[in-house]
């Protein structure tokens, strides 16, 4: 089968292993990103990490840096080219690429799917409502990246087929536990979005209250550099701090061998609660023990492996940091367990094979129709 992916998230080379993935399961795959994509966090450029057996192809973009609004001029011009029997939107319902992409897939003939990470209802003003209301009404398909993304599908009015996969695993051999237990001071890891929402502020906080040695590595930007580094000095553990900053994704697998627990603090917003936390199963992957706050799909990630903490609860994090730091055994037991969940659930084989099964039920289903089934 043939399938087109519209995907600006393919510009990140860690994420490509699922493309490899999908075209070695018989998929005719063509993969369409912009040449960079910016954010709070900077410029992110094209990186070609993992590219056999499909073709990654940048085309331009309007708009770059604007979810809603980014669209792709040349994007009429790829389907009649590559003629795909399904286009895979990995976009949001309400942006604009969305829509322009599954219009533009009706009517070349093709299937067509869109992704969602949304787990929060939120109304958009005209005309994104009217776009969103639209792209609901006429997508063959949707994939939620977790249960609560697929409880606000339906809540806003999708009726069409619905399967939960998270939008891409991790590499079971990119990712892996170091081979032994260096003698260190305990070091805490963020890594992530420098961000309010992502919660910082809680584990400078409570790390804060520790008592003992410690040291805290923050790898990212963000909007909140600045005041996070100030609030590091007010503090008074800057000197324990490593502001890293934003590194290139080829970098981050070494990342995780130099923390011992990875947390993530991340705060409910009343438009924006944590959709997944892929850093969860890239240190579980790793064999790092992971603290995550109860905010939206943490829970399900993390499930059974690793330590909840109440989000915003300064003191339970601090609890929880200290309880890890003194009890080297239960970090062991914790590292064992998080291998073997991200093992079980979040592999990039396991994201390939279940995405395969999406576009094997949309042909068949196309399939049947055509037949008067």
């Not at 970098?251 to 130099?258: G, I, M, T």
Request: aromatic content about 8%.
């Amino acid at each position: 089968m043939r399938v087109l992916m519209l995907s600006k998230a393919c510009i990140v080379g860690i994420y490509q292993p699922k493309l490899e993935a999908i075209a070695r399961r018989g998929v005719d795959l063509t993969v369409l990103v912009p040449p960079e994509w910016r954010d709070e966090r900077g410029v992110q450029r094209l990186e070609r990490s993992y590219t056999a057996g499909y073709r990654l192809r940048p085309i331009p973009i309007r708009f770059n840096g604007n979810f809603h609004l980014h669209h792709y001029p040349t994007l009429a011009r790829e389907i009649a080219d590559f003629q795909p029997q399904i286009v895979h939107i990995d976009e949001e319902a309400y942006n604009l690429a969305t829509w322009q992409a599954l219009r533009l897939a009706r009517r070349a003939g093709a299937r067509s799917l869109f992704f969602t990470w949304q787990n929060i209802v939120r109304r958009y003003p005209p005309p994104f409502s009217w776009g969103e209301r639209w792209v609901l009404r006429r997508a063959d398909y949707a994939i939620a990246g977790a249960a609560g993304a697929a409880d606000v599908l339906r809540a806003k009015g999708y009726r069409g087929r619905l399967a939960v996969i998270p939008q891409f695993g991790t590499s079971e051999t990119l990712f892996t536990p170091r081979d032994s237990k260096p003698q260190r001071q305990f070091t805490i890891g963020y890594i992530g979005r420098v961000v309010p929402e992502k919660g910082i502020d809680v584990l400078l906080r409570a790390a804060a209250r520790m008592d003992g040695d410690w040291r805290m590595r923050v790898v990212g930007g963000g909007s909140a550099r600045v005041e996070t580094r100030a609030l590091a000095q007010a503090l008074i553990v800057d000197d324990r701090v490593d502001f890293v900053g934003q590194l290139p994704s080829a970098e981050l697998p070494a990342e995780y061998h130099k923390i011992d627990v990875l947390v993530l603090p991340s705060l409910t917003r009343p438009n924006w609660k944590e959709q997944f936390g892929r850093v969860l199963v890239e240190a579980m992957a790793s064999g790092v023990p992971v603290i995550g706050s109860d905010s939206g799909a943490i829970p399900g990630v993390i499930g059974a492996a690793g330590r909840l903490v109440p989000e915003g609860d300064v003191e339970a994090f601090a609890r929880a940091l200290a309880e890890l730091r003194d009890r080297p055994r239960l970090r062991s037991e914790l590292s064992e367990q998080g291998r073997a969940r991200f093992l079980a659930h979040f592999t990039h084989e396991q994201v390939a094979e279940s995405t395969v099964a999406v576009y094997r039920e949309i042909m068949a289903i196309a399939s049947d129709a055509a037949a008067g089934g």
